[in-house]
C-alpha cells in the first residue's frame, strides 16, 4: 500500500516539504545533483522529474528544491508518485 505524501510549501517559493506520514530515514542524506543521487533509487528518479535542483531528507520528509523557472504544478504529481512507492535503505 503507498504511503500517504503531503506536500507542504516552505518560506522559499523554490522548495516544497513533502511529509512522508512515517519515519522512513535512518540517515538525512542531501543530494545537490542527480550524481549524487546516482547510488539512491528514490533520489535518482526524483532528479529525473524536470526541474528538480536539490533534495534534503530527514526521518519523515524530503524537501526538494526546484529551478526558478519550473512550476510547482507540474513537480509535486511526479514527486508524491515516486515518494508513494519509494523503498528508503
Keep these: 500500500m503507498p504511503r500517504a505524501v ?8 523554490n522548495a516544497m ?3 512522508l ?4 530515514l ?3 542524506p542531501s ?3 542527480a550524481e549524487a543521487a546516482a547510488n539512491t533509487p528514490w533520489a535518482r528518479r526524483l532528479f ?3 526541474g528538480v535542483l536539490s533534495l534534503f531528507a530527514v526521518n ?4 526538494v528544491t526546484k529551478d526558478v523557472h519550473a512550476g ?8 508524491v508518485e515516486v515518494l508513494q512507492n519509494a523503498t528508503f535503505e
Excluded: K, L, M, Q
Excluded at 503531503?6 to 517559493?13: L, V
Excluded at 519523515?60 to 524537501?63: Q, S
Design 6 to 13: 503531503t506536500p507542504t510549501p516552505t518560506p522559499n517559493p
Design 72 to 79: 510547482w504544478e507540474a513537480i509535486v504529481p511526479h514527486v
Design 60 to 63: 519523515d520528509f524530503v524537501t
Design 17 to 19: 516539504r513533502f511529509s
Design 21 to 24: 506520514g512515517e519515519s522512513a
Design 31 to 33: 543530494y545537490a545533483g
Design 48 to 50: 529525473e522529474i524536470p
Design 26 to 28: 535512518s540517515a538525512s
